[in-house]
């Protein structure tokens, strides 16, 4: 069964920095591009981040660039997202989803609040 | 960035009735290899987003006939035949041929 398990969310302060973990298993993880959306609470879908298969690769949504970093460990079939710099308007659901959404995650929270 | 736009944003519907929500981009979402990725998605209340169709009109695998997805360009439509009680949610088209990738501002379907 293909599974996405994403980690390490929680209460942050602003400027403060959390780093967020997908873990995947039941796929060949190093065949797939792979993506962060995040959810603010109440609203709609935005993509974050994406990583192509071999980690060379990377994009990130305007709002998130310079602050997140994408990457990838593919020997432990691992996502990540390093957040710096966090921000209230940063406060989401975190996903993360295999192939441009075929695939997602339960999310994890992460709350940007003093 | 290209925005995607939904109607309705909110979609009353009885059960066994057609629903029909479409979805604008504002520019081709043809990509140089002939593609157009447009994906529909959707999100039951308190669960992660599903993929339903996936370049337009390719039902996901688990997806139930009555889901269908159709269109070309700039205009597209997600179409189910009979609604079902666990079709409520929200329901996103989403289009991948552009980066950053974005999303429409989610139709909500419930039961009247």
């Known amino acids: 069964e293909v599974q996405l398990v994403e980690s390490g969310g929680g209460l942050v302060q602003p400027g403060g920095s959390l780093r967020l973990s997908c873990a995947a298993s039941?796929?060949?993880?190093?065949?797939?591009?792979m993506h962060w959306v995040r959810q603010a609470p109440g609203k709609g879908l935005v993509w974050v981040s994406r990583?192509?298969?071999?980690?060379?690769?990377?994009s990130y949504a305007d709002s998130v660039k310079g602050r997140f970093t994408i990457s990838r460990d593919n020997a432990k079939n691992t996502l990540y997202l390093q957040m710096n710099s966090l921000r209230a308007e940063d406060t989401a659901v975190y996903y993360c989803?295999?192939?441009?959404?075929?695939?997602w995650g339960q999310g994890t929270l992460v709350t940007v609040s003093s | 960035d290209v925005v995607m736009t939904q109607s309705p944003l909110s979609l009353p519907v009885t059960l066994g009735q057609p629903a029909s929500i479409s979805c604008r981009s504002s520019?081709?979402?043809?990509?140089?290899?002939?593609?157009?990725?447009l994906n529909w998605f959707q999100q039951r209340p308190g669960q992660s987003p599903r993929r339903l169709i996936y370049?337009?009109?390719n039902r996901d695998s688990g997806v139930p006939d009555r889901f269908s997805g159709s269109g070309s360009g700039t205009d597209f439509t997600l179409k189910i035949s009979r609604v079902e009680a666990e079709d409520v949610g929200v329901y996103y088209c989403?289009?991948?041929?552009?980066?950053?990738?974005?999303f429409g501002p989610g139709t909500k379907v419930d039961i009247k």
């Open positions: 370049k337009v009109s």
């Open positions: 989803a295999r192939q441009m959404g075929a695939t």
């Open positions: 039941g796929f060949t993880f190093s065949s797939y591009w």
């Open positions: 989403m289009q991948g041929t552009h980066w950053p990738h974005t």
């Open positions: 520019q081709s979402l043809v990509y140089s290899d002939g593609n157009t990725y």
């Open positions: 990583i192509n298969s071999d980690g060379s690769s990377t």
